[in-house]
C-alpha cells in the first residue's frame, strides 16, 4: 500500500493510519463491511460501518487519482515537456479537476481557431507579443509572417490573438482562480422561457421564472429543482459574473510592462479568451460542481430517510388486517398472522355508487360487517391500511366502523410506497400466485406494519418514497449507497435464518442472491435449521461465506443456545468458558439473574482470565444478557389511531401529534391524521438556528406540533414544532 496514499485518506476522513491499513487489508482479503465492524473492532479500533465505508470509498478515490497523475505525468513527459515544476505541482493536486487543468495545456486538441493559426507559422508572432515591447510596431512584426494562409497584417494578428486566448484559457492557475471567483462571487440565476406556463401549467417552478441566488448559498434542493425545471424546457439557466473582475484579474497577471504597444491588444485578446473560451468551460464546471454536490446532498438525505424508515420498531406477535384501499375496485383485505402467513382474504365497496346501482346504502353496513366479523374471527390486534388513493376516505370508514361496533381495535396509516412495485414483482407472484396485484399490496401493507424491514427489503430502495428529487440524480451512485444502507440495517438487527425471505438474507454479509435461495431452497427441503453449522450443508456457502455471515444469521429454537445471539461460533469458546467461570450454564442465557450477576462481577478479573480483547468481551456480555436485542426497539413504535381528524377540524395554534413521513433539505413532512401531510419548514423547528433538519427529526418519528397555517384551497397545512409559549 502507497504510504502516501494511506496519508490522504487518514486526512480526509480523520482516521488514524494504521486503522486505514488494517481495514483496506480486511477488505482486501473478502470480509464485508459488515463483518469488520462487528466482528473486528480490535483490529479496527471499533470503527464503525459508516467510517469503513468512507476509507473504502477515499481510499478508491486515492487511487483512481494517481493513477490518473501518474497517467498525466506520463503523457507529458512523451511530448518532452515535462519539468521537475510541472511534475510536483501534478503530484501535490489533491483533486482530479486539479490535474486535468494542468494537462489541459498539452492534450492533443481538435481543430481550434489556435491549432489553426499555428499550422499557418503564427506562434512566434504570439510569443513576440507577450515579450511586451516598445520598439517598433505591431503591423511591421506582423509582416513578417504573412503566407498564403495569412493574407495580411490583421489576420496574423488575429490569429496570434487565438493563439494567446487559448493560452490564457488552458493556465491551470487562472482557471483555479477564476473558478474559485465564480463560484463566490457568481449568482446562479434562472429565468422563464416563452412557453414556460404552456410546460409548467400548475406552476411548479413558479419561484425560478425569475431567481437569482449567489451561487455559493445556492441549497441543493433547489439546484436540483432548477435542473429539472431547465431539463423539461420551462426556465433558461446560467451562472453570472462581471466578466470585468475576469479581465481587471488576467490584465494584471498577463501584462507585464504597461509601456508596451501591444497591450490594448492584448486586453482584446484576454476578453476574447474570457468569452469564448474560459467564461462559457467554467460556467459549465460550476454548473457541475453544483449538480454533484447537490446529488451527493439528496443521495445523504434518501439515505438517512431509508435507514430510519427500515428501523422502525416492528409491532410483535400482533395479528394485522391489512387495508389496501381503492375505490372503484373496492378494498383489498387480508388479515395475517403474528408470523405475517396470510389468514384470510376479502374485499369491500365502501366507496363509490357506480351507475345503475340500486343498493348502494346496503353496502356500507355490508363492509362494515365483512371487517368486523374478521376482526372478531381472528382477534385482530390492529388495521394497517395504506396511504394511497382512497385512504383518507377508508380510514374514516374504518374510523367508523370502530366507533359504530365499539371495537377494541386502533389502526395505522402505513406508507405504502413502493408495494405496487412489490405487488407486481416476480417474488410477489411467486409467494401468491393466484392473488390479484391489490391483494398482494394488501399483505405488504400488512407485514409492513408487523416488520417494515423484513417487508421493504423485498422492495428496490429507489422506489420507496423518503428522498428528495431521487429521480435526478446519479443513478448508480445513489442504489450504492442504499444497498449499502439496507446491508448496514439487515446485519445491525440480525435474520431469522428459518423465517427469512430471499430479498432479507440477500443483504447478509457474505450471502449472494443465488446462496440466499439456496438457504431458502434447503430449508424447504430438510426443514428449519437446528445448528449454525447445518449451514455449510447448503450448497456454495463455503468456509469464507460462513465466516462472514453466520454471526448475522440466527436460530432461534435450535440445539445450540448461542445460535439465536449475536455471538460469532469463533468466539463460543470463549463465551463458554466465561459462562463456566461464573458458574452458569448455558441455560441463563437472557435471565435477569445472569444480568445481576453481571453487574456485580469483576469485568477486569474476568476479562483476563478468558483472555480475550475488550471489544469482543463487551459484545459477548451484552449478548449472554439480552440475546435477542433489536436495535429498533428504542425506537418510536407507529402510531395507532382510532378517529380520523378532518382539515375543517384544524385551528391555528392546535396540537397535533403526528408521525414524521419524509424530511428533506428545507423541513420535514408529517402525517397528522389529515389527507395531505404538513409541512415543518426548518425554520420552524427550533427557535434557534438549524441547517440540518436530520438533527431534529428522522423517518419515523412521533413528534408533537402545532398548526401555523391552513391553506384550505390548496389543502396545504403549515405546521411548526416550536411551542406557542416559546414563539
Sequence with gaps: MDANLIKDV?????????????????????????????????????????????????????????????????LIAEKDMLTPELEKQINDATKLVEVEDLYRPFKEKKKTKATEAIKNGLEPLADWILTFPTEGTIEEEAEKYLNENVKTTKDAIEGAGFIIAERISDNADYRKALREEMYNSGSLVSKA????????????????????????????????????????????????????????????????????????????????SIKRLIYPSIEREIRSMLTESAEEGAILIFAVNLENLLLQAPLKDKVVLGVDPAFRTGCKLTVVNELGTVLEKDVIYPHEKFIGEQDYERRIPDAMKTVVQLIKKYNVDIIAIGNGTASRETEAFIAETIKDYKLDVKYAIIDESG??????????????????????????????????????????????GVGQYQHDVNEKKLSDQLDFVVMKAVNSVGVNVNTASVPLLNYV????????KNIVDYREKNGPFKNRQQLLKVPRLGEKAFEQSAGFLRILDGDEPLDMTSIHPESYETTKEILRQANLGEDAIGKPSTKLWIELMDRRELKEKVNVDSYTFNDILDAIVQPLRDPRDEFDAPQLRGDILKLEDLEIGMELEGTVRNVVDFGAFVDCGLEQDGLVHISEMSTRFVKDPNEFVSVGDIIKVWVLDVNKSKGKISLTMIPPSKR
Design 419 to 464: 408495494a405496487s412495485v412489490y405487488s407486481a414483482s416476480e417474488l410477489a407472484r411467486a409467494e401468491f400466485p393466484d392473488y390479484s396485484v391489490e391483494e398482494r399490496s394488501a399483505v405488504s401493507i400488512a407485514r409492513r406494519l408487523q416488520d417494515p424491514l423484513s417487508e421493504l427489503v423485498k422492495i428496490d430502495p429507489k422506489s420507496i
Design 10 to 74: 487518514a486526512i480526509k476522513t480523520k482516521i488514524k493510519e494504521r486503522q486505514i491499513e488494517e481495514v483496506l487489508k480486511m477488505l482486501d482479503e473478502g470480509n464485508t463491511i459488515p463483518f469488520i465492524a462487528r466482528y473486528r473492532k480490535e483490529v479496527t479500533g471499533g470503527l464503525d460501518e459508516e467510517q469503513i465505508q468512507a476509507i473504502h470509498q477515499e481510499w478508491s478515490y486515492s487511487v483512481n487519482l494517481q493513477e490518473r497523475k501518474e497517467a498525466v505525468i506520463r
Design 193 to 272: 422561457k416563452k412557453e414556460a406556463r404552456e410546460l409548467d401549467p400548475k406552476g411548479v417552478y413558479d419561484q425560478y421564472y425569475d431567481y437569482s441566488e449567489l451561487v455559493k448559498n445556492a441549497p441543493h434542493h433547489r439546484v436540483l429543482a432548477i435542473n429539472r425545471a431547465e431539463k423539461q424546457k420551462v426556465v433558461t439557466v446560467k451562472v453570472e459574473l462581471d466578466t470585468e473582475i475576469m479581465q481587471d484579474f488576467l490584465e494584471a497577471k498577463i501584462i507585464t510592462n504597461n509601456e508596451s504597444y501591444v497591450n490594448s491588444y492584448v486586453k482584446e485578446f484576454i476578453a476574447d
Design 509 to 516: 454479509s457474505g450471502i449472494d442472491k443465488t446462496v440466499a
